[in-house]
C-alpha cells in the first residue's frame, strides 16, 4: 500500500522515467469518468466538484470526457482559475465548458457527483466554502463518486478533516492507501477500485520505498507462503501443542472456545490447563482436547517442563489481577510463544513496561490480542496513545512490547516490532459477538504451534476469522467459528494452490 507522502515521489519517478504529469492525470481522469459512465443513464447529469489541487485535475479531465461523451456536466471550481498550477492548470485549459464558483441551487437535477476537490493533499481541517459544498452534496440523494478519496478523509490515518463526503464508490491511483481500509474512511468510501494510470514498475518501486516500513492489505499474498502444509512425514507432534490456560469454575467457555479453534485450525494436540476446582467442568465439555489440573504457577512450571508444549495462550476467562500476572511471568520465562488477549492484557493496565520487561526476559516471541478498550488499559501512560492513526499506534505498540500486536476492530491492525504492518479488510460485522475474540486468540495459538512466524500467524489467523464471519453470516456465534475450519481452510488450499503466493507481495 502507499502512503500519501508517497504519491508525489511516484509521480516524481513516472516523470523522471519520461511519462509526462498530464499522462497520469488524463489516465487517472479517464478513469473516473469510465466509472461515472457505469453509474449514470444516458445523457445523465453529473456534478464535477473541481479543488485547487491535482486532484481538482483529475475532476476536470473526467468532466471534459463525460462532456465529450453527451453526458450533461456543470463543474464547480472551489478557488481561482488563475491559482491552478502545473498538471491541474492544464486540465482546465482543455475544459471549455463553464466553471461555476458555486454549487448550483437545483441539486435535486443531477444524477451524479463526482469529487475531485481534495484528495492527497489534503493537509487542514475543511471549512468555508468547501464545507458548505459538501455538506449540500451530503444533504441530496445524489450517488457520489470520490477521487483517490473521499474529501475530508485523511489518506494515511482514515480519519475525518472536519467533515467528508460519502461516496458509493472511490476511484484510487496505483495502489491502494491506508483511509481505504482504516475506519471511519472505509466506511466513508463505498466500493474502492484501484487502477493503473501508466506508472511504470520503476515508478511504483519508488512509491513503495518512500511508503516503507510496508503496509500490506491483509491476505493470502502476504502470508500464504508461511501457511503450514502437511507432508507424508507429518504428524501431531509435528503440528505443535498448544496450551490454553482455563479460568476458574463458571468462567472456563472461553479458553474451551479458543482451545476448539487452536485445534481446529490445525494444531496437533491442544491441552486446556484447568484449576482443579474447574476440572469437572471443563472435563464435561472435552473430548480431542486434553485437560490437566494446574492450580498455581508451579503446577504450570511443571506442565512446561514438557518440551514440546511450544505455546501457550493465556487470557480468555483468567480473570484480572496477581494470579494472571504470576502465571504470565512463569509462561514468560519458559521461552516459549505466548499469545496474550482479553484479561492477560488488562492484568497489566498502566504497565505495558513490565510486561515487556517480563516478555523479554523469556525471550520467546509473543502475539498480543487488544481490543481498543484493553489497547488503551495496557497502554496507559505510554507515549503509545499520543495520535497518530490507528496504524501507527499499532506499531508504536509493538515495538514498545518487542511483540506482535493485533489492534482488533472492524478494521484490525497487525503490527511487527520491526513496523511491518497489516490491515484487514476481510471480515464481517457479525464477528462481533461474545466469544468471537477467544476464537481468534486460539486461531493465533494454532497456527504457532504449527511453526508460523508470528506476523504471519496472527495475519493469518485475523484472515481466516474473517473469513469464517463472511461465510455464516448472520445467526454466527463464537461457537461456530472453529466449526467453520473445514470449509475455510478447504477454500484456502484451493487459493494457494492456484496461486502460488510470495512474501514480497505488497
Ligand atoms: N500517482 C497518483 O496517484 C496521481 C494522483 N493524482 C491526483 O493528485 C492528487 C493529489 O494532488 P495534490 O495536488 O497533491 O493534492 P490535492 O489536490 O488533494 O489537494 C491540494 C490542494 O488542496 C488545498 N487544501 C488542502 N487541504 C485543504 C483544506 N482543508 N481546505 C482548503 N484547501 C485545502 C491545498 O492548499 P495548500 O494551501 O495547502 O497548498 C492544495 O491547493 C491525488 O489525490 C490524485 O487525485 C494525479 O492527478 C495523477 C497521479
Ligand atoms: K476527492
Same mark, same amino acid.
Given at each position: 500500500?502507499?502512503?500519501?507522502?508517497?504519491?508525489?515521489?511516484?509521480?516524481?519517478?513516472?516523470?523522471?522515467?519520461?511519462?509526462?504529469?498530464i499522462?497520469?492525470?488524463?489516465?487517472?481522469g479517464?478513469?473516473?469518468?469510465?466509472?461515472?459512465?457505469?453509474?449514470?443513464?444516458?445523457?445523465?447529469?453529473?456534478?464535477?466538484?473541481?479543488?485547487?489541487?491535482?486532484?481538482?485535475?483529475?475532476?476536470?479531465?473526467?468532466?471534459?470526457?463525460?462532456?465529450?461523451?453527451? &453526458?450533461r456536466?456543470?463543474?464547480?471550481?472551489?478557488?481561482?482559475?488563475?491559482?491552478?498550477?502545473?498538471?491541474?492548470?492544464?486540465?482546465?485549459?482543455?475544459?471549455?465548458?463553464?466553471?461555476?464558483?458555486?454549487?448550483?441551487?437545483?441539486?435535486?437535477? /443531477?444524477?451524479?457527483?463526482?469529487?475531485?476537490l481534495?484528495?492527497?493533499?489534503?493537509?487542514?481541517?475543511?471549512?468555508?466554502?468547501?464545507?458548505?459544498?459538501?455538506?449540500?452534496?451530503?444533504?441530496?440523494?445524489?450517488?457520489?463518486?470520490?477521487?483517490? %478519496?473521499?474529501?475530508?478523509?485523511?489518506?494515511?490515518? $482514515?480519519?475525518?478533516?472536519?467533515?467528508?463526503l460519502?461516496?458509493?464508490?472511490?476511484?484510487?491511483?496505483?495502489?491502494?492507501?491506508?483511509?481505504?481500509?482504516?475506519?471511519?474512511?472505509?466506511?466513508?468510501?463505498?466500493?474502492v477500485?484501484?487502477?493503473?494510470?501508466?506508472?511504470?514498475?520503476?515508478?511504483i518501486?519508488?512509491?513503495?520505498?518512500?511508503?516503507?516500513?510496508?503496509?500490506?492489505k491483509?491476505?493470502?499474498?502476504?502470508?500464504?507462503?508461511?501457511?503450514?502444509?502437511?507432508?507424508?512425514?507429518s504428524?501431531? &507432534?509435528?503440528?505443535?501443542?498448544?496450551?490454553?490456560?482455563? $479460568?476458574?469454575?463458571?468462567?472456563?467457555?472461553?479458553?474451551? !472456545?479458543?482451545?476448539?479453534?487452536?485445534?481446529?485450525?490445525?494444531?496437533?494436540? %491442544?491441552?486446556?490447563?484447568?484449576p482443579?476446582?474447574?476440572?469437572?467442568?471443563?472435563?464435561?465439555?472435552?473430548?480431542?482436547?486434553?485437560?490437566r489440573?494446574?492450580?498455581?504457577?508451579?503446577?504450570?512450571?511443571?506442565?512446561?517442563?514438557?518440551?514440546?508444549?511450544?505455546?501457550?495462550?493465556?487470557?480468555?476467562?483468567?480473570? %484480572?489481577?496477581?494470579?494472571?500476572?504470576?502465571?504470565?511471568?512463569?509462561?514468560?520465562?519458559?521461552?516459549?510463544?505466548?499469545?496474550?488477549?482479553?484479561?492477560?492484557?488488562?492484568?497489566?493496565?498502566?504497565?505495558?513496561?513490565?510486561?515487556?520487561? !517480563?516478555?523479554?526476559?523469556?525471550?520467546?516471541?509473543?502475539?498480543l490480542?487488544?481490543?481498543?478498550?484493553? /489497547?488503551?488499559?495496557?497502554?496507559?501512560?505510554?507515549?503509545?496513545?499520543?495520535?497518530?492513526?490507528?496504524?501507527?499506534?499499532?506499531?508504536?505498540?509493538?515495538?514498545?512490547?518487542?511483540?506482535?500486536?493485533?489492534?482488533?476492530?472492524s478494521?484490525?491492525?497487525?503490527?511487527?516490532?520491526?513496523?511491518?504492518?497489516?490491515?484487514?479488510?476481510?471480515?464481517?460485522? &457479525?464477528?462481533?459477538?461474545?466469544?468471537?475474540?477467544? %476464537?481468534?486468540?486460539?486461531?493465533?495459538?494454532?497456527?504457532?504451534?504449527?511453526?508460523?512466524?508470528?506476523?504471519?500467524?496472527?495475519?493469518?489467523?485475523?484472515?481466516?476469522?474473517?473469513?469464517?464471519?463472511?461465510?455464516?453470516?448472520?445467526?454466527?456465534i463464537?461457537?461456530?467459528?472453529?466449526?467453520?475450519?473445514?470449509?475455510?481452510?478447504?477454500?484456502?488450499?484451493?487459493?494457494?494452490?492456484?496461486?502460488?503466493?510470495?512474501?514480497?507481495?505488497?
Amino acid at each position: 500500500m502507499l502512503s500519501t507522502g508517497a504519491v508525489a515521489c511516484l509521480d516524481a519517478a513516472a516523470i523522471a522515467g519520461g511519462i509526462l504529469g498530464i499522462a497520469l492525470m488524463e489516465a487517472a481522469g479517464a478513469a473516473v469518468a469510465t466509472r461515472a459512465k457505469a453509474l449514470l443513464p444516458a445523457n445523465g447529469a453529473v456534478l464535477a466538484l473541481c479543488g485547487p489541487g491535482n486532484n481538482g485535475g483529475d475532476g476536470f479531465v473526467a468532466a471534459r470526457l463525460l462532456a465529450a461523451a453527451e &453526458y450533461r456536466v456543470a463543474l464547480v471550481l472551489l478557488g481561482e482559475r488563475s491559482a491552478l498550477n502545473g498538471d491541474a492548470a492544464l486540465a482546465a485549459q482543455a475544459w471549455t465548458g463553464a466553471i461555476l464558483s458555486t454549487i448550483p441551487s437545483d441539486l435535486t437535477r /443531477f444524477d451524479l457527483a463526482i469529487d475531485a476537490l481534495f484528495g492527497a493533499g489534503l493537509s487542514r481541517d475543511i471549512d468555508g466554502d468547501a464545507r458548505a459544498m459538501i455538506e449540500a452534496v451530503a444533504a441530496t440523494r445524489m450517488a457520489v463518486l470520490a477521487v483517490d %478519496v473521499p474529501s475530508g478523509v485523511d489518506g494515511d490515518s $482514515g480519519s475525518v478533516r472536519g467533515v467528508a463526503l460519502p461516496a458509493v464508490e472511490t476511484i484510487t491511483f496505483v495502489g491502494l492507501k491506508p483511509a481505504h481500509l482504516l475506519e471511519p474512511g472505509r466506511g466513508l468510501c463505498g466500493r474502492v477500485e484501484v487502477v493503473q494510470i501508466g506508472a511504470g514498475p520503476d515508478a511504483i518501486a519508488a512509491g513503495l520505498e518512500a511508503s516503507l516500513p510496508p503496509l500490506h492489505k491483509n491476505g493470502p499474498d502476504l502470508w500464504g507462503a508461511a501457511f503450514p502444509r502437511l507432508t507424508g512425514a507429518s504428524h501431531k &507432534y509435528t503440528r505443535g501443542h498448544a496450551v490454553v490456560l482455563s $479460568g476458574p469454575a463458571t468462567r472456563t467457555g472461553a479458553a474451551r !472456545l479458543a482451545a476448539r479453534g487452536a485445534l481446529r485450525v490445525g494444531a496437533g494436540l %491442544v491441552t486446556v490447563a484447568s484449576p482443579a476446582g474447574a476440572l469437572a467442568e471443563n472435563a464435561a465439555h472435552l473430548t480431542a482436547i486434553m485437560l490437566r489440573r494446574c492450580e498455581d504457577p508451579d503446577d504450570l512450571d511443571d506442565l512446561l517442563a514438557d518440551e514440546r508444549l511450544n505455546v501457550i495462550l493465556l487470557g480468555p476467562g483468567l480473570g %484480572v489481577g496477581e494470579p494472571t500476572r504470576d502465571r504470565i511471568g512463569v509462561a514468560a520465562s519458559a521461552g516459549r510463544s505466548l499469545v496474550l488477549d482479553a484479561d492477560a492484557l488488562t492484568s497489566f493496565a498502566g504497565e505495558a513496561k513490565h510486561l515487556a520487561g !517480563l516478555l523479554a526476559d523469556g525471550g520467546g516471541e509473543a502475539v498480543l490480542t487488544p481490543h481498543a478498550g484493553e /489497547f488503551a488499559r495496557l497502554f496507559d501512560g505510554t507515549s503509545v496513545l499520543r495520535g497518530g492513526s490507528k496504524v501507527d499506534r499499532a506499531r508504536a505498540a509493538a515495538a514498545l512490547m518487542k511483540a506482535v500486536v493485533v489492534f482488533k476492530g472492524s478494521d484490525t491492525v497487525i503490527a511487527h516490532p520491526d513496523g511491518r504492518a497489516a490491515i484487514n479488510a476481510h471480515g464481517s460485522p &457479525y464477528l462481533g459477538t461474545a466469544g468471537s475474540g477467544d %476464537v481468534l486468540g486460539g486461531f493465533i495459538a494454532g497456527l504457532l504451534a504449527q511453526g508460523m512466524p508470528p506476523f504471519e500467524a496472527a495475519c493469518t489467523a485475523v484472515w481466516l476469522h474473517g473469513d469464517a464471519g463472511l461465510r455464516h453470516g448472520p445467526g454466527l456465534i463464537a461457537e461456530d467459528l472453529p466449526e467453520l475450519m473445514p470449509a475455510v481452510l478447504s477454500g484456502l488450499a484451493e487459493r494457494l494452490s492456484a496461486a502460488p503466493p510470495t512474501l514480497a507481495h505488497r
